[in-house]
């Protein structure tokens, strides 16, 4: 019975680190340009591609390049899903905030609902930070898997 019980748990475990996943990246920019003239997005990807189709192999002879240039990277299909700027013309509006909070909590409860499951996030800020800084973004990536 104990051998039963050990193989189970063993054929279990194997399984369960052996399966595949399918992975999926959508990725948030908020525009934190002064005066609200930034730009905004939720942006999914609507194509599948191949990276090693544009990977080029170096070796210690020289390198074997790709004959894609980097124009043949870009895809056509993708979403775009409005998000307002974290900025009005009077300074930082938290109702922004609170309408991107939304639209990205509508977003992450639609994956959920289909299988998905949100494993990482990973969020950063560009800003030149110079005199007169008026440039900048906050994206966010999250990263789902389903199996």
Same mark, same amino acid.
């Given at each position: 019975?104990?051998? &039963?019980? *050990?193989?189970?748990? !063993?054929? =279990? =475990?194997?399984? =369960? ?6 992975? %999926?990246?959508?990725?948030?920019? $908020?525009? /934190? ?8 997005? &939720? &942006?999914?990807?609507?194509? $599948?591609?191949?990276? =090693? ?8 002879? @020289?390198?074997? %390049?790709? #004959? ?7 895809? #056509?299909?993708?979403? $775009? ?15 922004? &905030? ?5 639209? /990205?909590?509508?977003? *992450? ?7 998905? #499951? !949100?494993?990482? /996030? ?5 800003? #030149? ?6 440039? @900048? ?8 898997? %389903?199996?």
């Amino acid at each position: 019975m104990k051998k &039963i019980m *050990l193989c189970s748990f !063993l054929f =279990t =475990t194997i399984g =369960t680190f052996s399966q595949a996943f399918q992975y %999926k990246i959508v990725t948030s920019i $908020e525009s /934190i340009v002064p005066g609200g003239v930034g730009r905004s997005r &939720i &942006i999914e990807n609507g194509a $599948e591609v191949d990276y =090693t189709q544009f990977t080029t192999i170096r070796t210690k002879d @020289g390198k074997d %390049k790709t #004959d894609k240039d980097r124009s043949d990277v870009k895809i #056509d299909d993708l979403k $775009e899903s409005t998000l307002v700027n974290f900025y009005s013309l009077v300074g930082i509006n938290f109702q922004n &905030i609170a309408s991107n909070d939304a639209m /990205i909590t509508s977003m *992450l409860n639609k994956y959920s609902k289909d299988g998905w #499951d !949100l494993f990482s /996030i990973v969020s950063g800020v560009e800003s #030149d930070a110079g005199k007169g800084d008026g440039d @900048g973004i906050f994206i966010t990536r999250y990263y789902f898997r %389903k199996k």
